[in-house]
């Protein structure tokens, strides 16, 4: 069984500042990590996502996130937010072998405010 | 028209209603799935789909039918629901045989149970 905590529901920050989104996941084996976006009245988008390798990646849209196996986190950083990240983000993973079905954390609300 | 399309976006339906929600992805992919979105709750996964015969069904109540006729179309069909099932119904699509691939997902259909 595998799990995924975002600890903070909501997030608001001023523009142009950066923004760390926290994500930490519990499983018992080997994971897929996976950062998805959604917009008002949107389905989810994929940001980003670990496979394997560097420990950092890179997404759309200026974020990026980092895989830290000892921490079992994979949070989500952006070094100047816009207006336009407002939107809700979820963490996800997937176990490997296990197929592709993803298990997602609640999500955190990102306010950008001016 | 490309990725997962969904309908309809809403639908409000008595609870003695019958109503059948439709998802189709043009990505080519062999694994379909339906997620359940409630606010304040992480996405729940209820069914998913792989090469037509389901594969997972989890304890998802009767009253919630899925249908997958081809690799392409997924159906959740509705009857006698409750209140609580108001929520946003997501499909996604995926390749279930190439490990850590991730999701698409369409728009989602905004349920309302009156």
């Known amino acids: 069984a595998q799990s995924v905590t975002q600890l903070d529901s909501q997030v608001p920050v001023f523009e142009e500042a950066p923004v760390e989104l926290r994500c930490n996941y519990s499983?018992?084996?080997?994971?897929?990590l996976f950062w998805y976006v959604q917009y008002p009245n949107q389905g989810l988008q994929l940001l980003l996502k670990y496979l394997s390798g560097s420990t950092l990646v890179k997404g759309i849209n200026g974020f990026e996130a980092e895989f830290n196996k000892s921490q079992t986190s994979f949070h989500l950083r952006k070094p100047s937010v816009h207006i336009s990240d407002t939107a809700e983000y979820f963490c996800?993973?997937?176990?490997?072998?296990?197929?592709?079905?993803?298990?997602f954390g609640t999500g955190t609300q990102l306010k950008v405010e001016l | 028209e490309t990725g997962v399309t969904q309908t309809p976006r809403h639908l409000v339906m008595g609870m003695t209603n019958k109503k059948s929600l439709k998802c189709e992805q043009h990505?080519?992919?062999?694994?379909m799935y339906w997620y359940k979105q409630s606010a304040k709750k992480p996405l729940e996964l209820m069914f998913v789909?792989?090469?037509?015969?389901?594969?997972e069904n989890n304890s998802v109540p009767s009253r919630f039918s899925p249908e997958c006729p081809n690799s392409s179309h997924l159906f959740l069909h509705l009857h006698t629901l409750q209140p609580e099932d108001s929520a946003l119904y997501l499909c996604?699509?995926?390749?279930?045989?190439?490990?850590?691939?991730?999701?698409?997902f369409g728009q989602g259909t905004r349920l309302t149970v009156v």
């Open positions: 789909y792989s090469l037509e015969e389901r594969v």
């Open positions: 996604a699509s995926s390749q279930e045989d190439r490990d850590g691939t991730e999701a698409f």
């Open positions: 990505l080519g992919h062999n694994a």
């Open positions: 996800a993973v997937s176990s490997t072998g296990g197929g592709n079905k993803l298990t």
């Open positions: 499983s018992s084996v080997s994971v897929y």
